[in-house]
């Protein structure tokens, strides 16, 4: 791979039925989610892939990166998680990239189908003045986060609450790091986001998403029918 001076790490599971969108069970089936999940990496890689940067495909469980690489192609780098949460995790892929002497990294999470490479670059030109870069969601979480050193005290909070963004802010501000927000987006967790996204989408036939679309026309849909 050549080094660039940004990298952008994709931090996902492999879509593995029972195991990747289990929130969505069972407006959804155990091989739907699944199926879901894969579209959404597609879109999110289809979408970045192009940036000007290196990418990072940081996964989890660590053997199961063939089902990712047949999915993606081999052009990105391939990573996997370590550590004992998501904090850890997310922890140890952005350090294991800024070692590489990239300038600064992003690292997005997979379950926001509608982020741009827009929002990829708006992060590095927040990171032209600030140390940190996060982009919360509507839920209280947030789906990107950057830097262009480690911080590793900004990971040390409780994750999988409504607090997770305002947590993350104090934690930047305590570590006496300067930082800026990207736009806000919702991520796909339960049904009513789901149901939230297709009706975004069936309004909007400018934006892209091949994959997410042909997952909601085959199963949301009819999904919605069933239980009417």
């Known amino acids: 791979m050549i080094l660039k001076s940004r990298a952008v790490i994709l931090f996902t599971r492999v879509p593995l039925p029972g195991k990747t969108k289990t929130r969505l069970y069972?407006?959804?089936?155990e091989e739907q989610c699944a199926?879901?999940?894969?579209?959404?990496?597609?879109d999110v890689y289809n979408e970045i892939k192009n940036f000007d940067g290196d990418i990072f495909i940081n996964y989890t469980p660590e053997n199961k990166a063939g089902i990712l690489k047949n999915m993606l192609g081999d052009t990105a780098c391939f990573i996997p998680q370590k550590g004992d949460n998501i904090g850890e995790r997310m922890n140890f892929?952005?350090?294991?990239v800024l070692q590489k002497k990239y300038d600064a990294c992003v690292l997005i999470g997979s379950d926001v189908p509608l982020i741009s490479i827009d929002d990829i670059v708006e992060a590095f030109s927040i990171l032209e003045s600030k140390d940190v870069v996060i982009s919360p969601t509507l839920d209280g979480g947030y789906y990107l986060i950057g830097m262009k050193e480690p911080c590793d005290s900004i990971f040390n909070i409780s994750y999988g609450t409504d607090t997770v963004f305002a947590r993350t802010e104090d934690a930047v501000r305590q570590a006496d790091r300067s930082y800026g927000a990207g736009r806000i987006l919702f991520d796909i967790d339960e049904k009513d986001d789901l149901l939230k996204l297709a009706d975004y989408l069936h309004g909007d036939?400018?934006?892209g998403l091949p994959y997410t679309r042909r997952v909601l026309k085959d199963m949301v849909y009819k999904a919605q029918d069933g239980m009417l």
């Open 26 to 29: 069972p407006f959804l089936t």
């Open 35 to 42: 199926y879901l999940h894969e579209a959404f990496i597609k």
């Open 93 to 96: 892929a952005i350090n294991h």
């Open 205 to 207: 036939l400018q934006q």
